[in-house]
């Protein structure tokens, strides 16, 4: 039998019952749709979750004062309560190799007038190396120099989110420099905004108010109470953030006279690693999802096995015929593998072209960015195949293996 | 050229439910003979043509078709043997449903590797000379009468030009006008085509269209003689329509 007439006997089989093999291959396309859908919004959430972890700086490590914490185990001070970090330690740190610049923190939230408004927000004092670090780009203005530090001037720059707080929502940046701000009540000038940069998992930026690190823990931090709450290190590549990590913990524990690493009075904070966490958390989940998809793919096979092994019983007398005019037992073989095998192709490719839809239509819908992969697309058309030779081969087989006289005779 | 030497079918053998269908039966058939295999129910007939039809395999004995021993073939090889040299006729048809004409009467050229223009070509020279006209061809095989769907069979039958054609009880499911029609159908393919015959039936009127006739009765040859009257179906056609005009 020609390659030709197997498909022409197979579009004429499949045609003869349009309904049945049209609802076998829909079992077929729901299960190639999900588990393309399900891994494309998997894949979204993965690169969100990335992207928003990346945000917050490049290369960063951020060292934390009191002890590491442990996940699920014990309390633990919040951020900045512990007193340990110092500017000294921030100055000696930037001695470490591989480090590209380093930012000592100093946060509090205050409350801030201008102008008859008010707001309560979080104010930091910060270097200038700061807005390297964190990724942080202004929009009106400039940022704060290590000048200022020194010199404690009382200078502010100030988030978008502040700004329309501060001066009404029609305010523009260029509106708010020049202006004074109270912050704690003691005047500042603000000198530059920020650009919006939106919401993250990590806290949002637009609503920051920043001030020369030197001034925060003049006038804010209080008497010899010149504690940091978090030292910012941006390390020169992302093959350096271990070393890095490395040599700033020994470090501070040499600094801190301190021999056992568990006991640490400080805790370092490894952007990698955050990505790395949130990457296997969330890979897990697209495995998962993949995986309950790929449930609905046997079941969709099944499907098609039960339509075949029914055609079999329904075409035994065909087959019989077939049989007695010279058809062998590989051409009947062939006949119904094909006729499976078809089934599951056209199921794939409606099921690529909806899974496809459905991952545009949730990227349309703004909740996130769903990413369809070739290797997801590959994976489901080698299943969907796998589904096809493996289901249809029983029916196939059964049908090959008939005895034409048995089959001729069969009511 | 069909030889039959001391075949024996027994079927389920060395078992208490052992059953010998047919006991040291031999014969032969000449080329562009037409033969009736006539026997009752049990009689072992059906195990004969599925012997002669290379369906199935004796016991014992050889069978030659056309200098080719088949006796001892495997399934694979039987199904070879039965696209290249028999054209079966059934009972009740076996077309394929919803398919056409045409279609059905081209089934065994696709099996037989035939290029498909030619296919077409010689389905029509077949249908053709079983008595349809292109009106039918395009017609689906159910939308036929039962005398239209044996001679779309018989076409099927002829198209790969097989060495024999068998018949198994081919008016079996039809009125006796229509019978008539297949007989003569088969008469004037055998005449005009020099096709070999071998109608397998249990009534002697239908027997009695062929020019020689074998009787079977359990499992063995109780005749096997020239049949001296030949019934000609076209002139019983002629004058059935005749008395039916009275």
Not at chain 2, 27 to 54: W, Y
Not at chain 2, 206 to 217: E, T
């Amino acid at each position: 039998m020609r390659n030709r007439d197997l498909i022409d006997e197979t579009y004429f089989a499949l045609s003869a019952n349009k309904v049945r093999s049209g609802l076998t291959v829909l079992g077929i396309v729901i299960g190639i749709a999900s588990v393309i859908a399900l891994t494309a919004i998997g894949q979204g959430a993965q690169t969100s979750i990335q992207t928003s972890i990346q945000s917050i700086g490049s290369n960063l490590i951020e060292v934390l004062p009191g002890a590491a914490r442990q996940f699920g185990f014990g309390a633990s001070g919040g951020r900045g309560t512990a007193r340990s970090l110092t500017v000294d330690d921030e100055n000696a740190i930037l001695q470490v190799a591989n480090v590209a610049a380093v930012s000592g923190e100093f946060t509090n939230r205050y409350q801030i007038a201008a102008a008859g408004a008010n707001t309560n927000t979080m104010v930091t004092g910060v270097n200038a190396s700061y807005a390297a670090i964190r990724n942080l780009t202004i929009d009106q203005g400039s940022f704060i120099t290590d000048n200022q530090s020194l010199s404690l001037a009382k200078v502010a720059v100030i988030g978008p989110t502040v700004v329309t707080d501060l001066f009404g929502a029609s305010a523009v940046s260029s509106d708010a420099i020049g202006q004074n701000i109270r912050i704690n009540n003691i005047q500042f000038q603000i000198i530059g905004v920020t650009k919006t940069k939106g919401g993250s998992s990590f806290g949002s930026q637009d609503t920051m108010v920043f001030i020369p690190l030197g001034t925060a823990l003049q006038y804010f931090a209080g008497n010899g109470n010149a504690y940091l709450s978090t030292i910012d290190i941006q390390a020169t590549d992302q093959s350096a953030m271990t070393q890095v990590q490395n040599d700033v913990t020994a470090l501070l524990l040499a600094r801190h006279n301190m021999s056992d690493p568990t006991k640490a009075d400080f805790s370092i904070l490894n952007q990698t690693d955050l990505v790395t966490a949130a990457s296997s958390v969330t890979s897990t989940l697209t495995m998962l999802l993949a995986a309950i998809a790929g449930i609905s793919l046997i079941v969709g096979g099944i499907g098609i096995m039960n339509m075949m092994l029914t055609n079999v019983t329904e075409r035994m007398r065909e087959i019989g015929l077939r049989k007695a005019i010279g058809a062998t037992e590989k051409d009947i073989n062939n006949q119904f593998l094909v006729e499976a095998i078809a089934l599951t192709f056209l199921g794939g490719i409606f099921g690529i072209a909806l899974g496809w839809g459905i991952s545009f239509v949730v990227t349309l819908s703004g909740l996130l960015t769903a990413q369809v992969t070739l290797s997801s697309i590959l994976l489901a058309s080698g299943v969907s195949a796998a589904i096809g030779i493996v289901f249809g081969w029983y029916p196939a087989r059964q049908a090959s293996k008939l005895n034409p006289i048995d089959a001729l005779r069969y009511e | 050229m069909i030889e039959f030497q001391n075949i024996s079918k027994i079927y389920n053998p060395g078992t208490p439910e052992a059953y010998t269908a047919l006991h040291n039966i031999s014969f032969a058939v000449k080329d562009e003979e037409f033969v009736a295999i006539m026997g009752p129910s049990g009689s072992g007939k059906s195990t004969l043509m599925h012997i002669l039809g290379c369906l199935d395999t004796p016991t014992s004995g050889t069978y030659t078709l056309d200098n080719k021993d088949v006796s001892t073939m495997t399934d694979n090889e039987l199904a070879e043997i039965r696209k290249d040299k028999i054209g079966f006729v059934f009972q009740s048809f076996n077309l394929l449903p919803r398919t056409t004409v045409l279609r059905n009467a081209m089934l065994p050229l696709v099996y037989a590797g035939i290029a498909p223009r030619e296919r077409e070509a010689r389905a029509i020279d077949a249908l053709h000379a079983s008595g349809l006209t292109e009106e039918h061809f395009s017609h689906l095989s159910n939308q036929l009468s039962g005398g239209e769907r044996q001679r779309v069979a018989i076409a099927r039958a002829l198209v790969n030009e097989p060495t024999l054609i068998l018949a198994d009880e081919p008016t079996g499911n039809l009125d006796s006008h229509t019978s008539l029609l297949v007989l003569e159908t088969l008469q004037r393919l055998n005449r005009e085509h020099g096709v070999t015959i071998v109608l397998i039936t249990h009534e002697s009127d239908i027997a009695g269209h062929a020019a020689r006739i074998i009787r079977v009765r359990d499992g063995i040859i109780l005749s096997d003689e020239k049949n001296e009257t030949v019934r000609d179906a076209a002139t019983e056609t002629r004058l059935y329509d005749d008395l039916k005009r009275l």
